[in-house]
Nanobody, 122 residues
Framework: VQLQASGGGLVQAGGSLRLSCAAS????????MGWFRQAPGKEREFVAA????????NYADSVKGRFTISRDNTGSTVWLQMNSLKPEDTAVYYC????????????????WGQGTQVTVSS
């Protein structure tokens, strides 16, 4: 399975970005998909996850009400809509797939995308 993350960029505080994660080699249906991020000098942290089969979601407290994770119906793409962006959202964002259950733990995700940079200026 290969995951390709895209959609990052430079945006002013208060702006929006939409990240995409496209899968090839296997359908993502039946698994959980997660977004994680890592800022310079910090550990990778959980952002959001979605269970493909049910659509159930989970968000980090820091992004609740601002970010929305969603997926398509073909099992190939997941999105992260990011609104009201803040400078502290600046990080490399990674998509990941793997567990058959919703999880915020990076260690249980098997497949990872290459990351896309999000920079929020103040």
């Amino acid at each position: 399975v290969q995951l390709q993350a895209s959609g990052g960029g430079l945006v002013q505080a208060g702006g929006s970005l939409r990240l995409s994660c496209a899968a090839s080699g296997r359908t993502l249906a039946g698994y959980a998909m997660g977004w994680f991020r890592q800022a310079p000098g910090k550990e990778r942290e959980f952002v959001a996850a979605i269970m493909w089969s049910t659509g159930s979601t989970n968000y980090a407290d820091s992004v609740k009400g601002r970010f929305t994770i969603s997926r398509d119906n073909t099992g190939s793409t997941v999105w992260l809509q990011m609104n009201s962006l803040k400078p502290e959202d600046t990080a490399v964002y990674y998509c990941a797939s793997g567990p058959g259950y919703l999880s915020n733990r990076a260690s249980v995700y098997i497949y990872w995308g290459q990351g896309t940079q999000v920079t929020v200026s103040s």
